[in-house]
């Protein structure tokens, strides 16, 4: 089950019992506001799976998916949608972009259709950009940039929303160990905002700064 509050003030998230999605089997973990929550474990394991159950992208066939009481694995596409534009934010492992358009076309059209202004966006993507060694490929067509660029892009991308709940699957995936540092810090930054923040990783500098760790193994979790 995992649980949140339906309303602006999201306090503390979790999930458990039994998920009938392979290779998921019992996996139960909690994550509360201003404590960054660590999934980690071999590739494979089902951490992904997981990550997108959260997103409310998998629809679990048993068990229960709790947001502070109400449970989401009972609810339809449409009030996912809604859930999910107004209090999630979803960097995946997989970059999803439209790969003809310029890497900050991509960033602005995400913005756009979350309702946020475009000037603002357009000001503060530079800013993290800048900060993330992106600015000079921002005018780049999303095809032409490498692993690590796009997986920068995606990060970037999902910070021009201010909701309660962050989800990063492999943030620092083909980073050097320079960016992905700044991944990091940047990550707990929304920890110290109060923000509910879950990770999957497999990066051992991310996991030392986990609060909540819980290891991902054979579709079971295990917290450490």
């Known amino acids: ?18 998920v009938d999605v392979e290779p998921i089997v019992d996996v139960s973990f909690e994550a509360v506001k201003g404590k960054l929550t660590v999934f ?12 997108n159950i959260i997103a409310g992208f998998i629809k679990p066939d048993g068990g229960q998916l709790l947001f502070d009481g109400s449970d989401a694995s009972q609810w339809g596409w449409h009030r996912w949608n809604r859930f999910r534009r107004d209090f999630i934010s979803y960097s995946p492992q997989r970059n999803m972009f439209l790969p003809r358009l310029k890497a900050i076309e991509n960033i602005l059209l995400s913005a756009s259709l979350r309702g946020v202004d475009l000037n ?8 993290l950009s800048a900060e993330l060694n992106m600015d000079k490929v921002l005018d780049m067509e999303v095809y032409k940039l490498s692993g690590g660029e796009r997986r920068r892009l995606s990060f970037i991308r999902s910070l021009l929303v ?12 083909n980073l050097d160990i320079e960016n992905a540092g700044k991944v990091i810090d940047k990550i707990c930054e929304l ?3 109060e ?21 991902v193994k054979d579709g079971r979790s295990i917290q450490v």
């Not at 603002?120 to 800013?127: P, T």
């Open 120 to 127: 603002w966006a357009r000001d503060y993507a530079l800013k």
């Open 162 to 173: 201010d909701v309660d709940i962050y989800l990063f699957d492999e943030p620092t995936s």
């Open 195 to 215: 923000k509910i923040v879950i990770v999957a990783t497999h990066d051992e500098n991310l996991v030392r700064r986990g609060e909540l760790k819980y290891i």
């Open 191 to 193: 920890v110290d905002k």
């Open 1 to 18: 089950m995992v649980k949140h509050v339906l309303g602006r003030n999201l306090n503390k998230a979790f999930i458990g019992g039994k």
């Open 40 to 51: 980690t474990g071999p590739s494979g394991s089902g951490k992904t799976i997981v990550m």
